[in-house]
Structure formats: structure tokens, C-alpha cells
């Protein structure tokens, strides 16, 4: 006869912080000497095709509080339309674009990406997706890394037509992954990501 098989607890969860601004931007945090720069610090290596913009996102807690401890990844298309992808055999390891970028945010709680604005990609029914940035968020009492995206207010018809977007059956949910934009220099897009609360942005299960 088989023995009963004990019953046993669940392990605690751990958060990702508080260091994880050390852990993944030692730089940023003064510590030199581990690495060159941090990864991901930097996105154009060179000349690029496209239209350079800047994206700056703010977190925010549900009590609106900015979110100094936290770090973004991006993740996005070229210009075309087209994924770098370094590790593909005959692909340049150091391309002029790299599609993949990670910033600390500061005491504001804004984090903030040089880079080009994306082109278009095949989405799951096999039509153009509205030009969008994919977002990663860690922090300190975030188990698990939070997954949303970032779309442009000034691409408002790819936008109506884009596959996620119209996942989301709520319109005014919706404007929570839209970023305005802001001229200068070089065109500014700006977004605010409120993590809980009233104004609570879309976030997605990967």
C-alpha cells in the first residue's frame, strides 16, 4: 500500500526589489566597473532609417505616487516593420538599431528611450498592427514583470483598425496604452502607466 503523500505549503513569493535598479542598471546606480554601460542603455548605434523620436513613460502607484524604483524593457519593429534579430545566423551582432532598450525610471518615476518610431507588423489575423511599442515593467513589489503596450496618438486610423487594440472592449480602456505626442527637436511621445486605481492601464498575459 502506498504510502499518503504529504501535503505541502506554498512557497512565499519574492519581489522583484528593492534592488533591482542595481541589479539591472548597475551604472545608473554608481556602481562602475562591472560593466561598460548598462544593457540596453542605449538603442541606435549608428545611422538608422526612420523618424527619431524619444518616448518617455511615467509609472505611476494607485495612489498616483511616481514609481522611482522601477526599470521598462521596450521591444519594437524597425522602421519597416521588421524585428532585429542578433542571433539569427549571418545577422550583425551590433546592429545600427537594436529594437530592444531598458531604462531605470527617476525620482519622477519617468522612464525615457531614444529611438526611431516603429512600422507596421502582420498581426495574429494577418493584418497590419498600428505601429506599437511592447513594454516590460519591474519594480519592487511586482512579483511577476508587467506586460502592456505603448501605441501613438497620432496614428489614430491604424490604431481603430489594430488586432489588440480591439481586444480591448472598453474604447476608453483603450486610451490608457495611447501616447501623446509632444513636438520639438525630435518628436516626444509621452504615457502615463498607472499600475492600479481608477485610471489602472491595460495589461496583458504572456
Known sequence: MLH????????????????????????????????DADLGSTMINGDVEGERIVICARILDGAGVPLHDGVVEIWQADAKGSYVAPMRPGSNSMPAFTGWGRQPANAEGIVTFETIKPGRVEGPDGKLMAPHVSLWIVARGINIGLQTRLYFADEAEANKEDYVLNKIMDPRRRETLIARREGGPEPRYLLDIHLQGDKETVFFDI
Open 4 to 35: 499518503p503523500t504529504p501535503t505541502l505549503k506554498e512557497t512565499p513569493s519574492q519581489t522583484g526589489g528593492p534592488y533591482v535598479h542595481i541589479g539591472m542598471t548597475p551604472n545608473f546606480c554608481g556602481i562602475t566597473g562591472v560593466i
